[in-house]
């Protein structure tokens, strides 16, 4: 009888202890301090980024672009200039004092903007004249908005002085098309060199001052007084500064325009008179060559009896040519 085939079972040797790594201790991390924007701190030499830096997304692009460039100006100066505490602050009362001159009929920070050319620089540069268009120039601080219609041909000297002129012209487009029912707004100073509004109770009210309606044929016309020279307002600050810059404070001979009409950029100009000696010491630098006009006599006794002035009497003509937007 055969033997049982037994199978042998090796014991299994019991596996040997490992010892078992522990994972290494991480090390504790160092926190950063965070980085700093040095934009925020400010310095002489980093002045016009701090300053510029702090606007927010939301800013209004233009105005971000006109602060940042004043902000980028102003520190120029102020490093150039170097002032001193006692001056930076003298110019602030300056600019308080300059407020505080202002109201209804005198406007001191026009004023000052004239005297210091910016207001002749922003009217050119917002007007320039490419195809023969009447120039521009300053508004001054004297215009006033609602003075009395009057029909062409009307008298605007209230107060009876001065010399008499007759003063016509045409209102046309660039290409010399007439422009009918164009609003022409003039005012100007009297022969003693003020305005209505600088002497209330003396002068009447509206005197020199007028506004007329273009005829289809783009006629206009009115009598006045011949236009007089004049110091602008230098009992204020304004004038506190020509005096120690040794400067002129007054303005040529001139007569203001305003024109405007639908469809048409407003003009704001003056015209001249070409015997005038502050033709080329202007206070506010409103002269251009082209607004000298030509006033002449005219001998005409008929002609003075129709529009109603004494022979012989000034004229001038002067034609206003728009511009389109």
Known sequence: MAKPVTKKI?????????SAKKPAAKKKAVKKPAKRDMSYYFTVKDSVK???SRSGKRADKRTKFLVDTLVKHMHAFVKEAR???????????YLTRVGHMCNDWRQEFILLSDVLGISMLVETLNHEKMSGETESTVLGPFYIPDAPAYENGANICLDGK?????????VLNAKGK???GAKIEVWQANEDGFYDVQQKGIQPDMNLR??????KDGHYSFRSAYPRHYPIPHDGPVGDMLTALDRNPNRPAHLHFMVSAPGYEKLITHIFTPDCPWLKDDAVFGVKESLIADFTTVNDAKRAEGIGLPNPFRMVEWNVVLSKP
Do not use: C, H, L
């Open 83 to 93: 002032p001193t505490m006692d001056e930076w602050m003298y110019g602030i009362n």
């Open 162 to 170: 001065g010399e008499p002129v007759w003063v016509q012209g045409r």
């Open 50 to 52: 701090v300053v510029q």
């Open 10 to 18: 090796s014991a299994r040797k019991p596996a040997a202890k490992t």
């Open 210 to 215: 007028g506004v007329f309606t273009a005829d």
């Open 178 to 180: 007439p422009i009918a």
